[in-house]
T-cell receptor
Framework: SQQGEEDPQALSIQEGENATMNCSYK?????LQWYRQNSGRGLVHLILIRSNEREKHSGRLRVTLDTSKKSSSLLITASRAADTASYFC???????????FGKGTSLLVTP | DGGITQSPKYLFRKEGQNVTLSCEQN?????MYWYRQDPGQGLRLIYY???????QKGDIAEGYSVSREKKESFPLTVTSAQKNPTAFYLC???????????????FGPGTRLTVT
C-alpha cells in the first residue's frame, strides 16, 4: 500500500533556484526516507530522518519532519541540471523492513 | 548502484511464458526486496526476505514467486498467472533493522520486462 504522497507531482525550475517537495503520510512511522531516481535507473538513498528528529541536512539537501502533521519536506538548494530526477519519500511499515513509497515528484532543472 | 546487480537490463518474453529475473548483492545484507514500478508510479512491494530460506508476500505478490537459498541471491519469477507483467522491476537490499525502524535500501539498476 502506498502511504506516502508527494506534492507537487511535477516541478520545473531554473538552475540556481531552490526546489521544495512535500510528502504526506497516513500512519505513525519510525523513520522517513527520501530517494532519488534518474530516468530508467535504480533509486539512490538521499537521507533518512527519524521520528524524533525535526530537521536534517546533507550537503544541499534539507529535510524536515512534522509528525503532528504527518508530513515531510525535501529542500534542494542552489539546484543544478544534474538534480533533474524523480524524488520519492518512503515510510517504514509494520514489518520494520519493507518501505511504502509515494508516487514521487518529477523535478526538471533547466540551465 | 551500490553492490547490487540485476540482469538482464531488458527482457522480452511472449505471453504465457514464465521468466526469472536475477538479483545478486555483495553487501552482506540480510534483507532483500523486489519492487515493481509502472510508468509515472511509485514502487510497489512484491516480495521481501529478511533472511535466507524465508520470505514474505508484499502488496502485489499474486503471479510472482521468489526463492532465497543464498544470502547473496533473491531471484524473482514472473509467472504466466501475472496479468500485466510488463513493468520495471527493482531489487533492493538492506541491513537488518535491529528493531529501530527501517534502514536505507540499496537498489539495483532494474530490469525492464516487456511481455507481448
Amino acid at each position: 500500500s502506498q502511504q506516502g504522497e508527494e506534492d507537487p507531482q511535477a516541478l520545473s525550475i531554473q538552475e540556481g533556484e531552490n526546489a521544495t517537495m512535500n510528502c504526506s503520510y497516513k500512519t505513525s512511522i519510525n523513520n522517513l526516507q527520501w530517494y532519488r531516481q534518474n530516468s530508467g535507473r535504480g533509486l539512490v538513498h538521499l537521507i533518512l530522518i527519524r521520528s524524533n528528529e525535526r530537521e536534517k541536512h546533507s550537503g544541499r539537501l534539507r529535510v524536515t519532519l512534522d509528525t503532528s502533521k504527518k508530513s515531510s519536506s525535501l529542500l534542494i538548494t542552489a539546484s543544478r541540471a544534474a538534480d533533474t530526477a524523480s524524488y520519492f519519500c518512503a515510510t517504514d511499515t509494520r514489518s520494520g523492513y519493507a518501505l511504502n513509497f509515494g508516487k514521487g515528484t518529477s523535478l526538471l532543472v533547466t540551465p | 548502484d551500490g553492490g547490487i546487480t540485476q540482469s538482464p537490463k531488458y527482457l522480452f518474453r511472449k505471453e504465457g511464458q514464465n521468466v526469472t529475473l536475477s538479483c545478486e548483492q555483495n553487501l552482506n545484507h540480510d534483507a532483500m526486496y523486489w519492487y515493481r514500478q509502472d510508468p509515472g508510479q511509485g514502487l510497489r512491494l512484491i516480495y521481501y526476505s529478511q533472511i535466507v530460506n524465508d520470505f514474505q508476500k508484499g502488496d502485489i505478490a499474486e503471479g510472482y514467486s521468489v526463492s532465497r537459498e543464498k544470502k547473496e541471491s533473491f531471484p524473482l519469477t514472473v509467472t504466466s498467472a501475472q496479468k500485466n507483467p510488463t513493468a520495471f522491476y527493482l531489487c533492493a537490499s538492506s541491513p537488518p533493522t535491529g528493531g529501530g525502524g527501517s534502514y536505507e535500501q540499496y537498489f539495483g539498476p532494474g530490469t525492464r520486462l516487456t511481455v507481448t
